[in-house]
């Protein structure tokens, strides 16, 4: 465990919360059978994690992602109890994993619920809320490096420059390092196509546009973590005033890779799927429309392949790294190849499946800075926002 | 090699292993160096990349060379959750596409945020 709790963010949507949570239980209860129970849309009895090790009476979790900023409600935990008796077979511990924050009202509940359990002979609860999560994280650094990753060596060149600041605090660590290697040390993200958030802001009363100042922060986030340079799917000039509004150690990594001919090349690709499932491709590529409805899934697949394949090839193109999750992409073709009876457009998903199996994950021996030194350093990281 | 060099290489399916060998004694001299021995340690990292140049004529529309580049995939998840939380305590002046700010100028109109 480390000498210090770091700070973690809560993931941004439930799956990559749900995913968190598995890890971290897999290790703490040291069950690798741990898996995700069922899949969206089905009946799930209130459990979202199962231990299938076939045990009697298994144990099991519920993922709840709320606002950091709320806490969970006794509602919540009796709701989520309720659903979690019907789950046969009858569970033997119920673990309820939040981002909410703690309350007094809720802990209170649970305490009610489990005196109750326990003279009926029923499964005992426990709530984990983001603070308790986040000491999970510490004690797990795999699940958070996993989950989390921070980038090969970003910290070294980050700190490099931030050693040089702090009045030769550490400059002697550095001197002995060859200008070669001290200059050239560069961070997981060298270069990276930036996707953000989208805000939708309205202008009147029921009019909404698409804000895209998350931008900023995000670029300015990525340059924290030690991004060189940074490419926008934009063309210049399409957002005025996104360049006066970078600071110039921004501005300087900014490259623009807009590219109307490869959405149009998409386009070319996807085709014979979109005539398979009935889609018409509106506004240059840049909106779907399905006129027919499909399988619980189907219009998510396309979609997924529809904006990831165009990051993709973005990528290829410029050269760029890129953030998909090649898992669901996989899926997602997997899937849409499946209930595709159009020859083109079963070899084109079946090509897209060939490229994407080409990817495996593996790892790399990187440099990280020892736990036991964190402290000396917190400072200097602190203020870097690493 | 440079570590830099040997991060870039990984986007290149044939230059992979090398780059991956590479890039871990790079780290290794540098994490063994005594002037940082106490401060840094080796620690393995996950990536996704490619290892085999797919025979495909699908990249073709973007890449007549099949022995290029496949893209390196990452996470961006940290860095846009921080971005989200920075952007509700800085509460940035909207930034939006041209046409709408031709739109919004035309007809002198105000944002409310959301």
Not at chain 1, 43 to 67: M, T, Y
Not at chain 1, 214 to 232: D, P, S
Not at chain 1, 303 to 313: A, M
Not at chain 2, 8 to 27: D, R
């Amino acid at each position: 465990m480390p000498a210090i709790t770091l700070k973690h963010y809560p993931p941004e949507n439930e799956q990559d919360f749900e995913r968190l949570c598995l890890l971290l239980l897999r290790q703490h209860w040291n069950s690798p059978d741990l898996q995700m129970y069922g899949r969206r849309g089905q009946a799930q009895d209130g459990v979202d994690i199962v231990d299938l090790g076939g045990h009697a009476s298994p144990r099991a979790a519920q993922c709840k992602n709320f606002s950091p900023l709320e806490a969970l409600s006794p509602d919540d935990v009796v709701s989520a109890v309720q659903e979690a008796k019907k789950f046969r077979p009858a569970l033997r511990r119920f673990e309820i994993m939040t981002t909410a924050k703690k309350s007094k009202n809720t802990q209170l509940a649970i305490l009610s619920i489990n005196q109750e359990h326990r003279e009926q002979g029923l499964f005992r609860i426990r709530l984990r809320t983001w603070d308790e999560i986040e000491l999970l994280l510490g004690k797990y650094p795999d699940v958070s490096e996993e989950v989390y990753g921070a980038g090969l060596v970003t910290v070294i060149s980050e700190l490099k420059d931030e050693v040089r600041s702090a009045k030769g605090q550490f400059a002697s660590f550095f001197r002995q390092i060859s200008t070669e290697e001290a200059e050239s040390a560069r961070p997981q993200f060298n270069r990276v196509l930036v996707r953000c958030q989208i805000k939708l802001i309205e202008q009147s009363k029921g009019t909404y546009f698409a804000d895209y100042s998350m931008l900023l922060l995000t670029i300015e986030e990525l340059v924290a973590l030690g991004a060189m340079e940074l490419a926008l799917d934009f063309v210049k000039g399409e957002f005025p005033g996104l360049l006066d509004r970078l600071p110039d150690p921004l501005r300087q990594r900014v490259v623009f890779v807009g590219d109307a001919g490869l959405r149009r090349n998409v386009e070319v690709i996807l085709s014979p799927i979109y005539e398979e499932f009935d889609v018409e491709s509106e506004h240059g590529g840049f909106s779907l429309k399905f006129n027919r409805s499909w399988e619980s899934g189907t219009h998510e697949w396309i979609v997924l392949i529809w904006t990831t394949l165009y990051d993709f090839l973005i990528g290829v193109k410029n050269h760029l790294q890129i953030d998909i999750d090649i898992r669901k992409l996989l899926f997602a073709v997997r899937q849409l190849h499946y209930y595709s009876r159009n020859p083109a457009a079963r070899a084109n998903l079946a090509v897209i499946e060939g490229i994407l199996r080409t990817y495996e994950g593996t790892t790399v021996d990187s440099i990280g800075i020892r736990s036991s030194q964190l402290p000396r350093l917190l400072p200097c990281l602190i203020s870097l926002r690493v | 090699m440079a570590l830099s060099q040997a991060s870039q290489s990984i986007g290149f399916p044939m230059q992979l292993p090398a780059a991956i060998k590479n890039f871990s004694n790079l780290s290794r001299n540098l994490v063994q160096s005594p002037e940082l021995a106490q401060l840094l340690e080796l620690k393995p990292r996950n990536i996704i990349a490619s290892r085999v140049i797919p025979e495909q004529d699908l990249l073709s529309v973007v890449r007549p060379d099949p022995k290029g580049f496949l893209p390196p995939i990452i996470s961006l998840a940290a860095a846009r959750t921080k971005a989200a939380v920075a952007y509700d305590l800085v509460k940035p002046e909207p930034l939006v596409h041209s046409q709408v700010q031709n739109f919004l100028n035309s007809k002198s109109r105000s944002w409310t945020r959301d």
